[in-house]
C-alpha cells in the first residue's frame, strides 16, 4: 500500500461521508495520485467495516469497468468489484428518492444469485454455472 492507516482512514470516512449527505466529492487520486489497487481495495474495507458497524449486511457483489473499452478508458487492465448493501435495494415498484442519490442515472446490469460458493482464481465458467440459482 501506499498510504498510511491514517489517510486510509480519513479517505474512508470522506468517501462515506459524501454518499451519506448526497454530495459528489472530487477523485481522491487528484490528491493521491499515487493510489494503487490495493489501497482502493483497503479504503473499501474501511467503508465496509463503517457501515457493518451501523448495522448494514453485504448483499451481494459488483463488477465494474467490464467492457474493454472502459477499461483502456479508464487505464485499466482487470475489472475492479465493489459491494452491494442490503440498504440499497429497492423493491419491485417502489419509488426512488433521487434526493438520496449523488448522481441518478439508470444502467442495465446482470445479476446472478448463487446457491453455491465461488473461488478464485481460475474459476472455471463451468463452476460459475453450477453455483448460479438464477439470473436476473
Known amino acids: 500500500m501506499t ?12 468517501l ?11 477523485k481522491i487520486t487528484d490528491a ?7 489501497d482502493a481495495y483497503a479504503i473499501q ?16 457483489y459488483k463488477a465494474g469497468l467490464t467492457s474493454r473499452a472502459k477499461m483502456k478508458q479508464m487505464g485499466v ?5 465493489g459491494l452491494l448493501f442490503d440498504y440499497m435495494s429497492i423493491a419491485n415498484g417502489a ?3 433521487t434526493s438520496e442519490l449523488i448522481h441518478p442515472k439508470v444502467e442495465a446490469e446482470i445479476a446472478f444469485v ?7 482464481p481460475g474459476c472455471h465458467v463451468g463452476a460459475v454455472l453450477a453455483a448460479t440459482d438464477f439470473v436476473v
Open 95 to 97: 419509488d426512488v428518492k
Open 3 to 14: 498510504i498510511d492507516k491514517k489517510t486510509l482512514a480519513s479517505l474512508a470516512e470522506h
Open 114 to 120: 448463487l446457491k453455491a460458493p465461488l473461488r478464485g
Open 32 to 38: 493521491h495520485p499515487r493510489l494503487t489497487i490495493e
Open 45 to 60: 474495507d474501511q467503508i465496509r467495516a463503517r457501515k457493518e458497524a451501523r448495522g448494514n449486511k453485504v448483499a451481494g
Open 77 to 81: 487492465e482487470v475489472p475492479c468489484f
Open 16 to 26: 462515506e461521508n459524501a454518499e451519506l449527505g448526497a454530495h459528489d466529492v472530487v
